[in-house]
């Protein structure tokens, strides 16, 4: 079993609606990340938060929304998205020690569904 | 700007069979990390190994093993006796060192082996 837990597993929702994406860790890790991957390709980097701060945002659309409540916690708020939002939204954490050669360790991911 | 090129798209072997994934990377860094995860069909992906650009030698885990050769900026991964429970897709990652606190990976494209009896 993967130690880092994202929640739901599986949503639907339509371009009206606010959800949220939720991921939880208890490594201690200082360290976590928000990816997309859509089918057949890799996993794009969206947000970084280092000690619970925002440190990367990849350009992202302002329908994304992260929040990092604490150092275990890890949200994606969503509203009004579009349909080609639909993806695989994977959550990661690693340790972050000022050096990037950290692991990542990955949950299962939500599939996300916009309709 | 760094790259990660994983030539092969898709990979069918029968069990038993030897394999190997390539993986070929672009940097201007003298020192980077690289990487090796493996996705199963339930998504997640899971961590199989890192190296150090100054760690040029090569690695085996169980039927696992890795050949980095910085020479011709390869870090190539095979699996010795293939089984069914390997199949997944693969991706090679680069970070860099000097971006951040944080890990920033630039993923391949990905392999997909398909391993059948």
């Known amino acids: 079993d993967t130690e880092v837990t994202q929640t739901p597993k599986h949503l639907v929702m339509g371009m009206t609606n606010k959800k949220s994406l939720k991921c939880e860790q208890h490594m201690g890790h200082r360290a976590m990340y928000w990816y997309k991957q859509k089918a057949k390709k890799p996993p794009e980097l969206m947000f970084v938060y280092s000690y619970e701060k925002l440190s990367i945002n990849e350009s992202v659309p302002s329908r994304f929304s992260p929040e990092c409540p604490n150092s275990s916690l890890l949200n994606l708020h969503l509203h009004a998205l579009q349909p080609e939002d639909s993806a695989l939204y994977l959550c990661?954490?690693?340790?972050?020690?000022?050096?990037?050669?950290?692991?990542?360790?990955f949950g299962n991911g939500t599939r996300l569904t916009v309709t | 700007a760094q790259k990660v090129t994983q030539a092969q798209t898709e990979i069918s072997v029968v069990e038993k069979e030897d394999v190997t994934l390539d993986c070929v990377y672009e940097t201007r860094d003298t020192t980077y990390y690289l990487f090796w995860y493996k996705q199963p069909p339930s998504g997640e992906l899971v961590f199989l190994i890192r190296r150090n650009s100054f760690d040029e030698q090569n690695e085996i885990s169980g039927r696992y093993s890795w050949n980095f050769q910085k020479s011709t900026s390869s870090f190539n991964f095979t699996i010795t006796a293939s089984q069914v429970v390997d199949s997944a897709v693969y991706f090679c990652?680069?970070?860099?060192?000097?971006?951040?606190?944080?890990?920033?990976?630039?993923f391949g494209t990905g392999t997909r082996l398909q391993v059948t009896l």
């Open positions: 990661a954490s690693s340790h972050d020690s000022g050096q990037n050669n950290s692991p990542l360790h």
């Open positions: 990652a680069l970070s860099e060192a000097g971006a951040g606190t944080a890990s920033k990976l630039t």
